[in-house]
């Protein structure tokens, strides 16, 4: 065998070392630690299929496996259940916790006050109005009758006595009717959870006032009785229209007490709590009468009425509602709301306005208003009036700021302001007086040119001489501009403003004619110096301000003396021109059979305005006609229309009054054939009669205008012989221009619009 071959396979090379050694080194299963080896796995052998077991047999040991697996779910079930309840009791009481701690103060938890009401009442007690949130007095649940209450729990509650403040079944049924709808279609809120949030919360839909409502709902019902619960809702639940509580609703809108209620007439009210502003009766009366036969349905579904007493109470509703504040004695209280915040300041509390106002005064110059209007409007093309009457001390005893306060609430006697017309001349004659002049200096009455404006009479006549009584009775502009002129218009003006007007008043020549605008109220505070001997008169019409039970006064008018604004021959002058006006001039239809009156009419330009201020010892009474968007009347004057109201107000309001003489107009003068000889002869040189007239009647006045003029000097009135008082013939007949009648103008032809015309053309 040759070297180095290999015995039956191939040549192996020798190999050294710790390989060497190791190379031939092998492990028999022996040496192997038992389980150390990993064994492939074996497939498990073939069994036989088990015999299935019969139908309705379970083996014992399945039955206690699946009770074991089904105390297990039990146990794991009962585990987290305690869990979550747990969890869900901390977050209740987490939110119990929050929500109670944003309730009001428990100390406060107390039934508030009720809101404050302003009840003003005439001079004679009379309650006129109430303002603001008005509430009814408290009615005890035993007087009202029984279906009353029954009524809200048919419609709001029906399981008012049997919840405890919360209704679970309420809230799950109103809960669904909701979601069939798609809407909110019912509340499930509670009587006492409607009283919990009248009392302590607002009106916020949230999700934590709701929660806030079922806490307090918890609290009343606890604190109190459900009967006591039921009539402190009805005491406080607002109905609309301003009105808290059954009896301050039932007077509202049915003028009765809650005691005497119908049945249609509480299920009106009961209907009202779903929405008091959109379902008030004297809005909106058609709905309110749909939502009381849901409520009459509701009472007879529960049992609490017949169906004949619904029946009769469906098909024919006695449904005596008020009208919504159509009464013009609102406008009296709207602007007792506006000077009340001066006299008082904030009110936290109810409280009784005793005022001037007399309510047959204002009823009888609402109808005068209102009844010319309806029969008169359309033929002048007027759509509204005002009228103011006062004593000649400035207590307002009727106010009429137009023909319809639910149509329109703007106070056209005291907020508007318009152009007198000629009802301003008084102001410049009596400037002309207080100069010197008298009730018999003659003026011409003639064409005038004035820079290029020549202010023309309304017909186009003129007259010639005449006086200063004749040119005043019958209007004449020519004159009063002439007198204007002379005087000058910056006198005017302080004169008008000594009297009382207030308003921005423009220094020109048309001054005389009226056009500068002033307001209703100053115009009739103005003329009232001239029925009270001389003395200011600023108008007012709150006397007294006090709480509702009379335990505390608030403000109570002070009586001072008087302060003189004109001198009383003065006085005697103005009157004696002015009653002219009424007996032969413009306003000669003012009839007053008598009584000693006088006044003045007044035209604006392009007959917009007609005025008519006229004046006994008692009243000084001014009315006013118009159209709110300034556009012309259809010749409407101050002798006209506005004199027949005038004259309709003051026959009423003077009956039973013993008739008694303007100052400085004698008895014996008044209308007779001798109107103002009698008037003057007080005031002639060399009369014993005193020369100072007595000074009004002691009434309360303000101090804001104490005006004492300086003395005028008087030139002393032109007498008849023999000292004889003067007659009609003292004053020189007026001698007509060239090519013109010689007659004198009537009060209807419109003399007082005549300047603007002529201004602004037409």
Do not use: C
Not at 157 to 164: G, K
Not at 281 to 286: A, F, K, L, T, V
Not at 624 to 647: E, F, H
């Amino acid at each position: 065998m040759a070297w180095g071959k290999k015995k039956g396979g191939g040549r192996k090379e020798p190999t050294f070392g710790l390989g060497a050694a190791l190379s031939d080194l092998r492990l028999s299963a022996a040496d192997r630690v038992p389980g150390g080896e990993e064994e492939r796995p074996k497939k498990a052998p073939k069994r036989e299929p088990a015999e299935k077991p019969r139908k309705g047999r379970t083996s014992s040991k399945a039955r206690s496996k699946s009770r074991g697996g089904f105390t297990r779910g039990l146990k794991r079930m009962a585990y987290w259940g305690a869990v979550l309840g747990l969890w869900a009791a901390i977050a209740i009481g987490g939110v119990i916790v929050y929500v109670g701690a944003h309730l009001p103060p428990i100390q406060s938890l107390e039934i508030p006050k009720r809101p404050p009401t302003i009840q003003i009442v005439g001079m004679d007690g009379t309650v006129l109005t109430t303002r603001g949130e008005q509430a009814g007095d408290n009615v005890a649940l035993k007087d009202l009758p029984p279906y009353l209450p029954k009524a809200f729990i048919a419609i709001e509650d029906r399981r008012f006595y049997s919840h405890w403040g919360v209704d679970p079944i309420g809230i799950a049924r109103a809960a669904a009717a909701n979601l069939m709808h798609r809407g909110v279609s019912q509340g499930g809120s509670t009587l006492t959870q409607q009283l919990a949030k009248n009392l302590f919360l607002t009106q916020e839909r949230t999700m934590q006032r709701k929660l806030q409502e079922a806490e307090l709902a918890f609290w009343l019902e606890r604190k109190h009785s459900k009967n006591q619960i039921l009539e402190l809702y009805l005491n406080r639940v607002y109905f609309g229209s301003g009105a808290y509580g059954v009896e301050a609703a039932a007077q509202k809108y049915f003028g009765k007490s809650a005691k005497n209620v119908t049945i249609a007439e509480a299920a009106m009210l009961a209907g009202l709590v779903k929405s008091p502003s959109r379902l008030a009766p004297n809005r909106n009366p058609e709905g309110a009468e749909a939502r009381a036969k849901v409520v009459l349905a509701a009472m007879q579904d529960a049992e609490f009425i017949t169906a004949a007493q619904a029946k009769s109470s469906t098909g024919t509703p006695q449904y005596n509602v008020k009208p919504v504040g159509a009464g013009t004695v609102n406008y009296v209280a709207d602007w007792i709301g506006e000077v009340l915040d001066d006299l008082v300041g904030q009110i936290d509390e109810s409280i009784v306005v005793e005022t001037t106002i007399d309510p047959k005064l204002q009823s009888f110059a609402e109808g005068a208003i209102i009844d010319e209007l309806a029969a008169k409007s359309v033929k002048f093309n007027v759509t509204q009036g005002a009228l103011v009457a006062m004593t000649p001390q400035g207590a307002v005893r009727a106010m009429v700021g137009g023909r319809n306060y639910a149509e329109s609430q703007f106070n056209r006697a005291v907020t508007a302001k318009r152009q007198p017309g000629s009802s301003f001349k008084p102001f410049v004659y009596l400037t002309a007086i207080e100069s010197g002049m008298t009730p018999e200096t003659i003026r011409q009455d003639a064409p005038i040119d004035i820079k290029g404006w020549k202010p023309e009479n309304y017909t186009h006549e003129y007259f010639g001489a005449v006086t200063l009584t004749q040119a005043l009775s019958m209007s004449l502009n020519t004159v009063a501009v002439r007198l204007g002129l002379e005087v000058g218009p910056a006198s005017v003006v302080r004169t008008a403003h000594r009297m009382g007007i207030s308003s921005k008043l423009e220094a020109n020549a048309s001054i005389a004619l009226g056009t500068s605008e002033v307001s209703m109220m100053e115009l009739v505070g103005a003329y009232a110096p001239f029925a009270n001997g001389g003395y200011a008169a600023a108008p007012y019409v709150v006397t007294r301000i006090r709480t509702v039970e009379g335990k505390k006064t608030l403000y109570t008018r002070r009586s001072e003396a008087p302060s003189a604004v004109i001198d009383a021959r003065a006085v005697a002058a103005m009157n004696t021109m002015m009653q002219q006006t009424i007996l032969s001039g413009s306003a000669k239809k003012a009839e007053l059979p008598g009584w000693f009156a006088a006044g003045k009419t007044g035209t604006s330009q392009d007959f917009r305005d007609a005025w008519f201020i006229g004046y006994t010892s008692q009243l000084v009474t001014g009315v006013w006609l118009g159209n709110d968007d300034n556009s012309p009347t259809r010749k409407a004057t101050g002798g006209g229309l506005p004199v027949d109201i005038w004259s309709r107000f003051m026959k009423v309001a003077h009956q039973g009054l013993t008739p008694e003489p303007v100052p400085g107009l004698a008895p014996s003068s008044a209308f007779s054939t001798n109107p103002i000889g009698q008037a003057l002869s007080n005031l002639l040189p060399g009369s014993s009669a005193p020369q100072q007239l007595p000074p009004p009647q002691q009434r309360e006045l303000p101090p804001e205008r104490g005006y004492v003029p300086s003395a005028p000097v008087y030139n002393g009135y032109r007498q008849q012989p023999n000292d004889a008082p003067p007659t009609q013939a003292a004053y020189p007949a007026p001698r007509p221009q060239p090519r013109q009648q010689n007659v004198r103008p009537e009060a209807a032809s419109g003399l007082d619009g005549w300047l603007s015309e002529r201004l602004f053309g037409r």
